[in-house]
């Protein structure tokens, strides 16, 4: 006797078959958007006194049923244990990033956060998967909506020789997504809200950006072996 393998089909009504290319894409297109941080959590170098902030960003995006994850890491603090600017005068740069998405999301600064310990799943290289590791984390942060401008990005990939500790372009392709500025949820920037200023630069940034790649792909980079991998000699990167 011939198994029903139709049987226990519930009926759900129609089908509905979408068309698509196939391919899946990990980057979202140079825009502004809506994104809520799903976590927020810190990492340190293990060869210098550097110290980063690392945002998850979760962001919907129509036609998808998931948002798009989009990831910002923010080195807060130098290799010397600094966040001061390389002249020393004032802040640098990334810490000025970070304190602008605590005051944005939190109505704090970045040295007002509460840390505690919370889990987030990472990438485990035995395992092969993502597994929750537990991490300190800015738990204020988790949860709150903030508008995002983010970049899309293609460039080289690159190796790294440990010997010659060089960096060499190769002529394969990495296409990934940057985090440009954070703004307030209705657009604002920091610097609009301080100066109770119109709201006008996201206009300009999305005049300048949105839908454009930024492409820093150097077409001329040879592969000296002659094949697409790293050059002899040196430890091919993973991205």
């Known amino acids: 006797m011939t198994t029903n393998y139709l049987a226990d089909i519930e009926d759900l009504g129609a089908t509905e078959e979408k068309d698509t290319l196939g391919g899946k894409k990990f980057t979202v ?16 170098s293990t060869s210098s006194k550097a110290k980063a902030i690392n945002i998850v960003l979760h962001i919907p995006v129509e036609g998808k049923d998931e948002p798009m994850e989009v990831r910002d890491q923010i080195w807060y603090m130098n290799g010397q244990g600094s966040i001061r600017s390389k002249d020393g005068k004032g802040y640098g740069y990334n810490f000025i990033k970070a304190d602008t998405l605590a005051l944005l999301t939190t109505n704090k600064p970045l040295k007002d956060q509460n840390v505690k310990n919370t889990f987030v ?26 508008k995002v401008a983010v970049k899309e990005i293609r460039t080289n990939k690159t190796s790294y020789n ?31 809200i301080r100066s109770n200023a119109p709201t ?14 930024d492409d820093k792909f150097d077409a001329t980079v040879q592969a000296t072996d002659g094949t697409s991998g790293a050059p002899a000699g040196a430890t091919p990167s993973l991205f």
């Open 29 to 44: 297109e140079s825009g502004v958007y809506d994104a809520v941080i799903d976590a927020a959590y810190f990492t340190e």
């Open 121 to 146: 799943e990472l990438w485990d290289p035995e395992a092969k998967k993502r597994l929750p590791q537990e991490k300190a984390s800015l738990t204020d942060m988790i949860g709150k909506s903030v």
């Open 162 to 192: 440990k010997a010659t500790k060089e960096e060499t372009k190769l002529p394969d392709e990495r296409v990934f997504n940057e985090v440009d500025k954070y703004f307030y949820k209705d657009g604002r920037t920091s610097t609009e």
């Open 200 to 213: 006008t630069f996201i206009e300009e940034w999305k005049k300048k950006w949105e839908g454009k790649l």
